[in-house]
């Protein structure tokens, strides 16, 4: 299956070239990588031409400053559907989704519609994360899978993978969510649409190098679109209530 593994990039000079290193040491042949940098300041978006002018498994498109992580994913989704990839990986470039998970990655994904790299399964887990940021992070998970009733343990994680086609169904150019939120939105969508999936133990390790990105705002703004997320499935006619309201109208 001819997959493309997405990392998107702001300010990522001192984790791309071991990142890429790793990757492809754990990939075979039909796996490639793309970078999507977002007109990194520090230089990540040259250091990336140099690595793809000497891997041609490495792609990189750039754009011309920093639009966020769902939109680079969007951009990312769209580039390789252009030239018919099988299936996607979403990845982060810190090395916070290990290299080393990714040949379980892509044998499931042989398997299921889509994939969930999850910390909340048994197996799974975090580290060196402070008491604060498990709560958070497991809270909204918590909070998602209740309110949306999807039986998904992790659904603000971002380690995934999509066949193409749950992605085409989903209609994911009309994603415009961003940072947890679209992790959300992306699986709930694609739960409604009862593909089939699974969530297999990671340990997510914080970041060693580099400044992180995600801050609670952006968190908090994310659970607060789950209602919307919600609302949207109830006017499409999905769930009880909304199969009542069809009817109805």
Known sequence: MRSLIIVPTYNEIENLEALSSAVFSHIPAEVDLLVVDDGSPDGTGKLAEQLASSNPRLHVLHRAKKMGLGTAYVAGFKWGMEREYDAF????????HDPTYLPRMLELLGKYDFVIGSRYVSGGGTKNWGLGRKILSRGGSFYSRRLLGAPIRDFTGGFNGWKKNVLEKVEFESLRSDGYSFQIELKYRAFL???????FPIIFEDRKVGKSK??????VEALGRVWGFRMRAIRRGHGLLGRLLCKLT
């Open 89 to 96: 990986i979403e990845m982060d470039a810190d090395f916070s």
């Open 214 to 219: 995600m801050n609670r705002r952006i968190v």
């Open 193 to 199: 649409q009862k593909f089939s999936f699974i969530e």
